[in-house]
C-alpha cells in the first residue's frame, strides 16, 4: 500500500560512475518532484513533471537527467558521480496543476541515501 | 522568491512539556504554509497546512499552528509532547503559479525529548 515508493533505499558508489534512482507512485497524481536533503538537512527542489512534462528545473547540473516514462514513474539518472552528490534524494508526488484555488500538498517517498566514495 | 526561517536549530524539552516551533515566512502573495516532521531514517511526513480561511489549523499527532500575517508566522505547537514526537520539524512555504508548484523548505528544527 506504499504511495509513494523510491528505489534503491541506500546507495554506495564511486566517484565517477553512472546511477540511477526509481520513483513510483500510486495516487493517480499528475505530478511528481525530485528533492536533494544535504549533509545539513536542508531540503530543495530539484526538477518537478506533470504529466511526464519537465515543468521545474532548478539550476540543477546537466549530470541529473530526471525521466518520466509515465505519470506514475520519475527516475533520476545521475552520470560522473561526484563527491558534493552526497545527500538524500527525496520524491514527491501531488495531485496535479489543475485550475484549483487550493495548493496540492505533496507527498513524499522515504528517501534514497547515496554515498560516493 | 519565497523564503522560510526556522531560527531554532535544536530545541530540547521534557516529555509532557508544552512545545512551540517557531516559523517566519517570506513571500509575495497569499502563502500556503506546511509543517512536515521527520523521524530518523524516515521520508517527510505532513503534519498539518494551511491554505486560506481560519488561522489556527489542526494536524495530526496533536500538532496545531497559527497564521499571523501581520508577523509572517506559522508557529507549530503542542500542549504536551511525548518522547515519539522527537525528530526534525520542516516549516516550508508552497508556491503556486501555473505549473511552477514547489516547496520551499526552512533549515528544520531538531526536537530531543528528554524524560
Known amino acids: 500500500d506504499t504511495a509513494v515508493s523510491q528505489t534503491p533505499k541506500y546507495l554506495v558508489t564511486q566517484m565517477g560512475n553512472d546511477k540511477s534512482i526509481k520513483c513510483e507512485q500510486n495516487l493517480g497524481h499528475d505530478t511528481m518532484y525530485w528533492y536533494k536533503q544535504d549533509s545539513k538537512k536542508f531540503l530543495k527542489i530539484m526538477f518537478s513533471?506533470?504529466?511526464?512534462?519537465?515543468?521545474i528545473n532548478e539550476t540543477v547540473p546537466n549530470r541529473f537527467s530526471p525521466k518520466s516514462p509515465d505519470k506514475a514513474h520519475l527516475n533520476l539518472h545521475i552520470n560522473s558521480l561526484e563527491l558534493g552528490d552526497s545527500a538524500v534524494y527525496f520524491c514527491?508526488?501531488?495531485?496535479?496543476?489543475?485550475?484549483?484555488?487550493?495548493?496540492?500538498?505533496?507527498?513524499f517517498g522515504p528517501g534514497t541515501r547515496l554515498t560516493v566514495l | 522568491a519565497q523564503s522560510v526561517t526556522q531560527p531554532d536549530i535544536h530545541i530540547t524539552v521534557s516529555e509532557g512539556a508544552s512545545l512551540e516551533l517557531r516559523c517566519n515566512y517570506s513571500?509575495?502573495?497569499?502563502?500556503?504554509l506546511f509543517w512536515y516532521v521527520q523521524s530518523p531514517g524516515q521520508g517527510l511526513q505532513l503534519l498539518l497546512k494551511y491554505f486560506s480561511g481560519d488561522t489556527l489549523v489542526q494536524g495530526i499527532k496533536g500538532f496545531e499552528a497559527e497564521f499571523k500575517r501581520s508577523q509572517s508566522s506559522f508557529n507549530l505547537r503542542k500542549p504536551s509532547v511525548h518522547w515519539s514526537d522527537a525528530a526534525e520539524y520542516f516549516c516550508a512555504v508552497g508556491a503556486r503559479g501555473f505549473g511552477n508548484e514547489k516547496l520551499t523548505f526552512g533549515t528544520g528544527t531538531r526536537l530531543t525529548i528528554i524524560p
Open positions: 513533471y506533470n504529466n511526464k512534462e519537465l515543468i
Open positions: 514527491a508526488s501531488s495531485p496535479g496543476t489543475s485550475g484549483s484555488s487550493s495548493y496540492n500538498e505533496q507527498f
Open positions: 513571500y509575495g502573495a497569499t502563502p500556503y
